[in-house]
């Protein structure tokens, strides 16, 4: 049941990616021409219906009253991210997306370049995406390889190398809104996995704050805690900000930046001049390979 509720939230953020696209280009926060497109007919109609500004500025209202600041968060994270993938383009051979949902950032990236993209998720994501890809472009681009991957029991380096992943490629991962759903012990063995990884690779990933996943501080969202925790234990793994370099360490990745929320707030919502807060329980991190 676990697994199968959080492979359900794959729809939430390309939600929130969708309906940014109503916003004039100065004000949106992430740019994503697909995101409506990927997502099921039902919430197609919602991102409809929140065309009209009165409508999606009560849609964000009311998804800030389960969890105040998870807008700006879901949605600044994927422009760090872009940030940096963008910026390592010519340093790359390949890319990963661990947990990759319904995201389309494989399938824009084929736009500008062709380099192999591997998507990794859980059997029941990877089938829908196949499905939604050829809905959506009419068949699966040749760059692009759907591997299907349960994090808690499978040897995530066996499957990639099933789909032609070689580990002298220097590899862009994204580790984006995921590793919150996993145990402790998925995460180690992710990051062991990746071990043999070529030097200069680089990965982007989110994490929870472990205070938040413990109950010691709840930052103001006690909604979201008994719906990730209380009902469902649906989060389950948390590491404290400083605690990310050494952890990252102990796998041979070095900590380039970390972001938290008033930076996200600072450098991709003030410039827009809306007024969305950021919330604490989630910050982003960049790190490279050594």
Known sequence: MARNSAARTAFGPMLLSAIEQHEP???RLVDDDLAE??????????????APAIFRRAFIAASERTGPGLWANLVCRKRFIGDKLAAALDDIDAMVILG????????????????????????VNIARKARTVRRVLGELPLSVRLVAVDFERDDLLTALAEHGYRTDYRVFFIWEGVTQYLTEDAVRATLEGLRPT???SRMAFSYVRRDFIDGTDR???????????????????????????????????????????DELVERYV??????????QIEWSAYAEKI
């Open 25 to 27: 280009p100065a004000r």
């Open 37 to 50: 497109l990927f997502l099921p007919a039902p919430l197609r109609w919602l991102v409809h219906a929140t």
């Open 100 to 123: 990759a949902g319904l995201d389309t950032r494989a399938y824009r990236l084929t736009r500008q370049i062709r380099r192999p993209v591997f998507e990794v998720d859980l059997p």
């Open 198 to 200: 070529a030097t200069g």
């Open 219 to 261: 930052y103001g969202s006690p909604t979201l805690y008994r719906s990730v925790r209380k009902r469902r234990q649906l989060w389950h793994f948390g590491i404290a900000p400083e605690e990310v370099s050494v952890f990252l360490e102990e796998y041979g990745w070095r900590l380039v930046e970390q972001v938290g929320p």
């Open 270 to 279: 003030k410039p827009t001049g809306r007024t969305l807060p950021a919330s």
